[in-house]
Every structure is written in structure tokens, then in C-alpha cells.
């Protein structure tokens, strides 16, 4: 709908103003409320300060110009050059009718598809994932999932923490205390982490055996590869159990390793002395940059590579190897600065071109209810694994109390898909730059903007139909008719939905598509308080209401799906 209107528009500004508008963006928008149209114009202050004319004269010319267009019902200029689009209930109507049959909504891919790298859930090897780790993993599936629904070739890159000083204090410490050879979980891991790391910070000598056991993990040594390649392994089955339980797209597969890059730091390094954008300082080598308080460090004094190596190695190996021509990081805020600096590297050393969009979505805190980082109450991190239980545990109890009628194993995949989808949703409708607060009570409320509100207004819809005897198939071929101003209410609604994944796929902010989905229910919710459906006696006018529920409740489903929630025909 944007795309039309902004092709009309600029025919009719360039005709009226000519060659001095030819850049001329329309700028059309959505509009905010009822009063102020479908839709919103808001050119006319820019370009009146070209012309040196008023902006609402400009907008005024181009509304009488306009004015025998026959979607418009009517173009009214407003405020300071404001032009207020009004849609004819007959235009609308027909845009509607051409998605009855059309699985993709009036969404069509791009047509100049990228190859699309999104470096997402990273988490570390030989450790258990925790709260924090669920903003990174939410938010990369939903962006993964609209990119590819719109056709880009997209590549899931799981960053993994897999190589370093770490790894020789764990390795180091299983051989001290005789458990080289035993098989642990990543739960047995942890605290065996954690013990290796105090060794190492108090013991000098531990500390010299295990830079020595990273040396030799380095240089391929038989029996510590072979450790270290069990504790990938068994981490990565892990992974794998609390990405099937969220219902994410990650898989094994995607996973590319610290380790990967190893080979390629020692030139990454050479390469950027060499041509003088890096020297050393101090026995150490660093990236000198004038927008910066500190230049980027890429090698450290005793030899060792870091974060910063590894990421520069990673991102030439997406563009060269993978053809990248758009990278999306997602971490949260601390790493900002980070970022900055290796997009600027990247761009200085001319490893990365300008027609290559390198992207940090930087997140904010989950925090408790008293605003501090959510915890248990010992004060521990809470483990993603548990947090996912508790959510099934929670929405089982309510599942069984709105419907008892129901089988145990019904409840089971009811409980699952409410309360894997309120957990994804309360991370998603926060701007994702910002902190939230984590309450179950409002998560998990059936009321208000929330997934389980989501789902019941889709399963409502489905109760119409169960209720009538009626078949979705039977009325695709309905006529719409809109005969009130709360069904061009919801067929505008309907018809915005195109508009509001685009602008998502480009800005990539998901809590835009969250509180449209909201916006959407809740415009039903009123027309199906005005607008009789089943038990109206017009037939073409019950059918013409039972198509747009249907095609309510398909742009529900299909909006849930692209942020990775399932939706029910019955809970």
C-alpha cells in the first residue's frame, strides 16, 4: 500500500513542481488515528522550503491534483503541510479480495535478494546457557525468519566461545583431578569451569601448566584435542536440546567455532602492519582510531589474539567465503563500542566495501521486578533450561483451568506453545535497546499485549468457524463488502500488514510487528462486537465477514510465525 501511494504521490508532486521535485519522497506513513486518514503524507514542509512557498499551499496543489484519483474517498491538507489520505471502501475491498487466495498475504519477496549473515546466540562452550542468552537467540530467530520469508539467501552463524586460556585451565583441570576420561554434561562442566578458574587466578604454577596445555591444544596435541573435542560435542548437544525446546531454526550445523578462525589470525594481524594500519605499541599491536578514546587492540603483549582478532578474521571469511552483503550481530549494549571499532577497521583496512551493510543490534538487560538483572534469590543466574521449564509448568496450570475437557497430552502441547511463545513475545514487544522487566503474571496474562492474547484471538476466530459448520475453503471465494466504518477499520489493518514487514526487515525493530499484531486483534475485537457474522440473515454479507476473519486470523498466524510462535486452533 506504502509503494502505491508513494508512486502516485510522486507522479503527481514531480507533474505539479517539476524537475526541482524530482527526488522529492513523498514520505508517506500510516496513519496514527482515525482522524487523521488510512494514511499520512508529509512532504509538503520540504519541498515548500525549495519552492519558497507555504507548506500547506504546496500540499494544497498537490491534494487538487490529486483530487479524481479513484482510490482516494477524499485528500484533506492538515496542520503544517500534513495531507490526510482517505481510502474508498470499494478500493480497499478489492485489495482485500486479491489476498483471499494468496498464502503470502500481499507479501512479496524483494527483488533484489542479498545473502544475509546474522551472528546470533553465541554462547560458550563447557557452559550453561542462562537468562541472557535468550534476547540474542528470540531476537536473531525472528530476524532470520522474515529475512528468508522475503528471499534472502540467509546464513545462520552461531559464534561459539570454543578456543583460548579457558580451555587450557579446564583441560589442565580435568587431568589434576583424574577426570580427563569421564564423560560430563554441561552442567557437570560448570562448576569444573569455575573450580579451573579459581586454580588458575591462585596457583602461578597451574597457571603456567595450563597456558601450556593451550599451547598444546594449538599445535593439534592428540590426547588434548581429543578432550577439548568432547567438550564441544557434548556442548553442542546441549545447545541443541534448548534450541529445539524454543522452537528456533539454530541447528548444529550453524555453529562456527572461535576455533574456525584461529588459522587465519596470525595474517589478519601481518596483513594490517602491512599496509600501516596497525603497528606495535608496547610489544602489543593495535588499531589506531581518530573516533575513538582508544585504539582497537588485535593482539596482546605475550602473543595472544582476542575478541577483536577473531571478529575481523570471522567477518572477511563471511564477505570472501560466504558473499555476505549484509552482516547483523546481535549482542547485547556492552559490546557497542566493541562493534564500532571493528566495523571501522573493516572499513579503513578496505576489507569490507560500502555496498556491504554491517550491522550491531546491541540489546538491552532482563531485569526482575526490583529493576536489578533478573536473578535467582540467592542471587545466582538463573539457567535458560530451568527458565523454559517453569514457563511450560506455568502455562500447563493455566491451559488445564480454562479447559478441563481436555487430554493430558492436548495440555501438554497447549502449555508448551503458550508458554514458549509468551517468553519469546515479552522479549520481542520491548524496543530492543531497552531494559524490561520479567513478570510471569503479565507474560503469561491472556489479556493486554501479550502472545497468549495473540493466540486465544486466533483461536477465537477458529471457534467461529468450528461453530458454524464452516469450512475457511468454503467462503475464499466470498465477496468483501465493506458496509461500516469498522470493517475499513480492519481491512486497512489487513492490508498494512506488507508494509509493516518490509519496514522490519529493513530497521529490524520486531517490537514494530508485536504491537501491530496487538492493533490487529484488538480492530477485531471490535468488529466482531459490531458486525454481526453467523448470525447475520444476509448471506453475502455473513460470507463477506467470515472471508475477513479468515483473513484476520491468517495474518495473525503468518505475523506470529515470522517472530517464531506457534499458533493453536483450540486451548
Not at 496542520?79 to 481510502?87: Q, V
Request: charged residues 25%; negative net charge.
Amino acid at each position: 500500500m506504502k509503494q502505491l501511494l508513494t508512486t502516485i504521490f510522486k507522479a503527481a508532486i514531480q507533474e505539479t513542481f517539476g524537475d526541482v521535485a524530482e527526488n522529492c519522497d513523498p514520505a508517506i506513513q500510516i496513519s496514527t488515528r482515525k482522524e487523521f486518514g488510512d494514511y499520512q503524507a508529509n512532504f509538503a514542509m520540504r519541498l515548500a522550503k525549495l519552492l519558497n512557498k507555504k507548506p500547506f499551499d504546496v500540499a494544497n496543489t498537490v491534494v487538487e491534483k490529486l483530487n479524481h484519483e479513484k482510490i482516494f474517498n477524499r485528500l484533506e491538507p492538515s496542520g503544517p503541510g500534513f495531507i490526510n489520505i482517505f481510502l474508498k471502501d470499494e478500493f480497499l475491498a478489492e485489495r482485500m479480495q486479491s489476498l483471499a487466495h494468496d498464502q503470502r498475504l500481499g507479501v512479496e519477496q524483494d527483488q533484489i535478494p542479498e545473502t544475509v549473515v546474522v551472528d546470533y546466540a553465541n554462547a560458550n562452550v563447557a557452559k550453561e546457557m542462562h537468562v541472557g542468552h535468550i534476547r540474542s537467540i528470540v531476537i536473531g530467530d525472528a530476524i532470520v525468519r522474515i529475512l528468508d520469508f522475503l528471499g534472502h539467501s540467509v546464513i545462520r552463524q552461531s559464534h561459539l566461545g570454543d578456543w583460548g586460556t579457558q580451555f587450557g585451565m579446564l583441560i589442565e583441570y580435568l587431568y589434576e583431578t583424574g577426570e580427563q576420561n569421564t564423560s560430563h554434561s554441561v552442567s557437570d562442566l560448570d562448576p569444573l569451569y569455575k573450580n579451573s578458574k579459581a586454580k588458575f587466578d591462585a596457583d602461578p604454577a597451574f597457571a603456567d601448566r595450563a597456558r601450556e596445555r593451550v599451547v598444546a591444544l594449538q599445535n593439534g596435541d592428540t590426547e588434548t584435542f581429543a578432550i577439548w573435542n568432547k567438550l564441544v560435542k557434548e556442548s553442542l548437544d546441549y545447545f541443541q536440546k534448548i534450541y529445539d525446546k524454543l522452537d528456533v531454526l539454530l541447528t548444529e550445523e550453524d555453529a562456527r567455532g572461535e576455533s574456525y578462525y584461529n588459522p587465519m589470525l596470525a595474517d589478519t594481524v601481518a596483513e594490517l602492519i602491512k599496509i600501516g594500519l596497525a603497528y606495535e605499541s608496547e610489544d602489543a599491536v593495535v588499531v589506531p582510531l581518530e573516533e575513538f578514546p582508544i585504539p582497537y587492540l588485535i593482539r596482546k603483549k605475550d602473543g595472544g589474539y582476542l575478541y577483536a582478532t577473531t571478529d575481523l578474521a570471522a567477518a572477511r571469511f563471511r564477505v570472501d567465503t560466504l558473499n555476505a552483503k549484509r552482516i547483523i550481530y546481535l549482542t547485547d549494549a556492552r559490546q557497542k563500542q566493541h562493534f564500532a571499532m571493528l566495523f571501522a577497521t573493516l572499513r579503513k583496512a578496505k576489507w569490507i566495501n560500502d555496498d556491504v551493510r554491517l550491522e550491531h543490534i546491541p540489546f538491552g538487560a532482563i531485569l526482575g521486578k526490583d529493576n536489578k538483572p533478573f536473578k535467582t534469590r540467592s542471587g545466582e543466574s538463573i539457567k535458560l533450561i530451568s527458565l523454559l521449564e517453569e514457563a511450560e509448568n506455568r502455562a500447563e496450570a493455566i491451559a488445564h483451568e480454562k479447559n478441563t475437557t481436555l487430554s493430558p497430552e492436548q495440555i501438554k502441547k497447549i502449555a508448551h506453545e503458550i508458554g514458549m511463545g509468551a517468553l519469546k513475545y515479552a522479549d520481542l514487544r520491548s524496543d530492543k535497546v531497552k531494559d524490561y522487566v520479567f513478570e510471569w503474571e503479565k507474560l503469561l496474562s491472556f489479556e493486554g499485549n501479550t502472545a497468549p492474547y495473540l493466540q486465544n484471538a486466533y483461536v477465537r476466530i477458529c471457534a467461529i468457524f468450528r461453530k458454524g459448520a464452516i469450512h475457511q475453503k468454503d467462503i475464499q471465494q466470498a465477496k468483501i463488502m465493506l458496509t461500516t466504518e469498522t470493517e475499513h477499520s480492519l481491512a486497512t489493518k489487513i492490508l498494512n500488514f506488507p508494509d509493516i514487514v518490509y519496514s522490519v526487515s529493513d530497521n529490524l525493530s520486531l517490537h514494530t510487528l508485536c504491537d501491530y499484531l496487538y492493533d490487529l486483534a484488538a480492530t477485531y475485537h471490535k468488529f466482531y462486537e459490531h458486525c454481526p457474522i453467523l448470525s447475520n440473515e444476509d448471506k453475502l454479507l455473513r460470507d463477506s465477514r467470515l472471508l475477513m476473519s479468515d483473513l484476520t486470523a491468517r495474518t495473525l498466524q503468518l505475523g506470529l510465525d515470522l517472530l517464531g510462535i506457534n499458533t493453536l486452533e483450540q486451548m
